[in-house]
């Protein structure tokens, strides 16, 4: 552990705990926010109840209509915001790198995705002009001209999973304020400080109270934010089990929501062996795997099994599981010893159903060593359902057909790697492949925050990428004109 431990320093200065009527409430500071790795206590912050829902929904609906907030202002909050972040990065990192489980490097390297996010918010004003309609184009019509324009949908709730706590924060927040929405964060319980500090930020920035709140519980609480009918759409990032209960209790509201996944990777035989090992080893082991694009599953030709193998298990070995403020630190803990004896538990399974362990397998309280199998059988949890976990699973295929139809047996469908060099191979892959991006030449662990984000199947309904959720966030509004 690098002394005297460089998160002290820069631990979170909250003014409270929740965002509720304008109000940081500092009272009731009751939900302890602790680092995942060794229990610490890392901030303290409110456990909202129903009541601040209620009264954090109905204050942004007063002010929503009452005050406007034109586009030029929201543009330029969002341009300071984006000046602060860049300035503060080094206490954000810390803020994620202490109550999440990713290490400082990879705490580092979010900070700057969401900078690039806050960016795109900002740049997004030009997504929410319409454009003139072509009525002469029918004869029904008569002669009327017409055009349409983007309207904010009105409020927006953005709850959020914990395994990206800032950005996937930014990547709701941001689409929805630059559309003019209000939003009501609801961060998940277990790394809510970064997002809290976001909000602090955004509040700096020239956001205006009446815009945006922040409240932090369970499910209980979250339920009374998924019901309310002054909530106009759910922006949910998270597991697939949670949201169909989002989509049971949510009645006729909007819902875009952005799940797991059980990503494949495919290595042809005309690959490079010991490049796509080490992509597939930094694709799985990232954030101790718990990233939606996660490298799960990798399909290798017969021809290069043992190569491929071999090398991801040679790069595995040298990974470092430890301490996540120690720079020499490739892998920390998951986010909770009760995850890491889930993932325990599904490795232990398919050991025992016959599995072979190249590497791993062991667990250390929260920590769960990157883990590599062959041999998995199909039924196995390890391979069926999402592990969010640091373990790979390679499997021979001979066909490439085979490959294509295996990697598209799961019930998600968010990314899937294909490594070649053939280009020609590669994109008739491609086509067949049941997943929101398919990635050549690298893994599916390949996210750029403008691109359209989202998955085919379980893995979600809709696309974020801000601009993609600015109009998501938005309704096209026509304005007809009967000239007679
Ligand atoms: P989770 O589903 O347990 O929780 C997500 C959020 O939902 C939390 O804020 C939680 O408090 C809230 N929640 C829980 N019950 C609720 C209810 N009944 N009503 C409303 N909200 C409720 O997910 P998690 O464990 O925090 O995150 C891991 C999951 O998120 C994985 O499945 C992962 O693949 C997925 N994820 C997807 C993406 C993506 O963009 N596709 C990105 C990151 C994570």
Redesign the pocket.
């Known amino acids: 552990r690098p002394e005297p431990d460089a998160r002290r320093s820069e631990t979170p200065v909250l003014p409270g705990g929740a965002f509720v009527e304008g109000q940081w409430q500092s009272a009731d500071l009751t939900l302890d926010v602790r680092d995942p790795e060794d229990g610490t206590l890392v901030g303290r912050v409110c456990s909202s109840t129903a009541q601040d829902v209620r009264r954090a929904i109905a204050h942004i609906h007063r002010h929503l209509r009452a005050e406007p907030w034109p586009l030029r202002s929201r543009r330029q909050a969002l341009e300071k915001a984006t000046r602060l972040l860049g300035e503060q990065s080094a206490r954000f990192a810390a803020i994620i790198a202490a109550e999440s489980s990713k290490t400082i490097t990879e705490a580092e390297r979010e900070v700057l995705r969401c900078i690039e996010t806050l960016r795109l918010s900002a740049a997004a004003s030009n997504e929410l002009s319409g454009s003139t309609l072509d009525f002469d184009d029918s004869t029904a019509t008569g002669n009327k001209i017409g055009w349409y324009s983007r309207k904010p949908v009105g409020i927006v709730a953005a ?6 706590p800032l950005n ?1 924060v930014a990547h709701k927040l941001g689409p929805a304020l630059i559309a003019g929405n209000g939003v009501v964060l ?5 790394t809510p400080l970064s997002g809290l500090a976001l909000v602090q930020l955004l509040l700096e920035a020239g956001v205006p109270s009446g815009r945006i709140a922040a409240i932090v ?3 209980g609480v ?2 009374a ?2 019901t309310d009918e002054q909530i106009d759409l759910i922006s ?8 169909e ?2 989509a049971a ?1 949510a009645g006729a509201k909007k819902i875009l929501s ?4 059980n990503n494949a990777t495919i290595v042809c035989a005309d690959a490079d062996a010991v490049s796509a090992a080490d992509a597939i080893v930094a694709g799985a082991f990232g954030v101790a795997g ?3 694009l996660s490298v799960q599953r990798v399909y290798v030709h017969t021809s290069l099994f043992e190569r491929v193998v071999a090398e991801v298990t040679r790069g595995t070995r040298a990974l470092r599981t430890g301490p996540k403020f120690d720079r020499g630190t490739d892998v920390g803990p998951l ?1 909770s010893e009760a995850e890491a004896r889930r993932v325990e538990e599904w490795v232990d399974e398919a050991v025992a159903a016959g599995a072979s362990l190249h590497v791993g397998g062991q667990r250390r309280g929260a920590f769960y060593e990157p883990t590599v199998l062959t041999g998995v059988p199909a039924a196995c949890r390890v391979l069926r359902d ?1 592990v ?1 976990g640091p373990v790979v699973t390679i499997l021979p295929f001979v066909e490439v057909s085979d490959a294509v139809h295996a990697a598209n047996d799961s019930e998600y469908g ?1 990314q899937a790697g294909i490594f070649t060099q053939s280009m020609d191979l590669a994109l008739a892959m491609a086509e067949n492949l049941h997943v929101g991006a398919v990635v050549i030449n690298e893994t599916s662990d390949v996210r750029i925050d403008s691109m359209p ?3 085919f199947k379980k ?2 309904i809709g696309r ?1 990428g801000v601009r993609y959720a600015v109009h998501a966030m938005t309704e096209p509004k026509n304005t007809i004109v009967n000239l007679g």
């Not at 952005?258 to 996944?261: A, I, R, V």
């Open positions: 709850i959020t999973p914990f395994n990206d996937l609801k961060p998940s319980e277990r519980s369970g499910p979250a339920e934010l998924v949910f990032t998270g597991g697939p089990r949670t949201a209960r989002i209790t952005e799940l797991g996944g718990q990233n939606c986010i999402e969010f968010l984000f989202g998955g893995s979600g974020e």
